[in-house]
Antibody
Framework: EVQLLESGGGLVQPGGSLRLSCAAS????????MSWVRQAPGKGLEWVST????????YYADSVKGRYTISRDKSKSVLYLQMNSLRAEDTAVYFC???????????????WGQGTLVTVSS | QTVVTQEPSFSVSPGGTVTLTCGLS?????????PSWYQQTPGQAARALIY???SRSSGVPDRFSGSILGNKAALTITGAQADDESDYYCVLYMGSGISVFGGGTKLTVL
């Protein structure tokens, strides 16, 4: 059974940093791309970032490019999101999601975690 | 900037059929965008329903179907049930690792 468990959320001041983690199990972690998706309070879902299974390719939404870094640890089956220079508008529940295909396409998010809340406020 | 459009809200009667759509602010949606659809109850994780335009994700009942209608992707729910009342999101894969979510449709079953 695929399981994704996010952690690391919390309250941080504007301009601060936070690192989210997503512990994965139930599949061969290194074979699949992984993504982060966020949802601001009362708003819709927003794709944030994706990393290839190999870790060689990383992709970001314009809203976080240059501030966020996605990475993964194959030995621990953990996905990370390092968030720097945080802003109030980054406040959201952050979900990690597994990408369906080990060959990239067709591209979609087949399993999702329950999310972790990040609040950016002074 | 690419904007993916969805109806903000829709209602359907129990047992009825509803079609939600997913368009582009500029241009047409085609299968090359690998449209996918997700169901989310507020505060919960999203559940994948449809991928690659019209393939059902594992465990999804055949009441849910996907297609291209005109210049948009579409999600059709037949025989609507009370627990279909949720938010529905489409995602288009834009290539180069970039995905874009639509704004979501709040579906009411009444």
């Amino acid at each position: 059974e695929v399981q994704l468990l996010e952690s690391g959320g919390g309250l941080v001041q504007p301009g601060g940093s936070l690192r989210l983690s997503c512990a994965a199990s139930g599949f061969t972690f290194s074979s699949y791309a992984m993504s982060w998706v966020r949802q601001a309070p009362g708003k819709g879902l927003e794709w944030v970032s994706t990393i290839r299974g190999s870790g060689a390719g990383t992709y970001y939404a314009d809203s976080v490019k240059g501030r966020y870094t996605i990475s993964r640890d194959k030995s621990k089956s953990v996905l990370y999101l390092q968030m720097n220079s945080l802003r109030a508008e980054d406040t959201a529940v952050y979900f990690c999601a597994k990408v369906y295909s080990s060959t990239w396409l067709p591209f979609y998010f087949d399993y999702w975690g329950q999310g972790t809340l990040v609040t950016v406020s002074s | 900037q690419t904007v993916v459009t969805q109806e903000p809200s829709f209602s359907v009667s129990p047992g009825g059929t509803v079609t939600l759509t997913c368009g582009l602010s500029s241009g047409s949606v085609s299968t090359t965008y690998y449209p996918s659809w997700y169901q989310q109850t507020p505060g919960q994780a999203a559940r994948a329903l449809i991928y690659n335009t019209n393939s059902r994700s594992s465990g999804v009942p055949d009441r849910f179907s996907g297609s291209i209608l005109g210049n948009k992707a579409a999600l059709t729910i037949t025989g609507a049930q009370a627990d279909d009342e949720s938010d529905y999101y489409c995602v288009l894969y834009m290539g180069s690792g970039i995905s874009v979510f639509g704004g979501g449709t709040k579906l009411t079953v009444l």
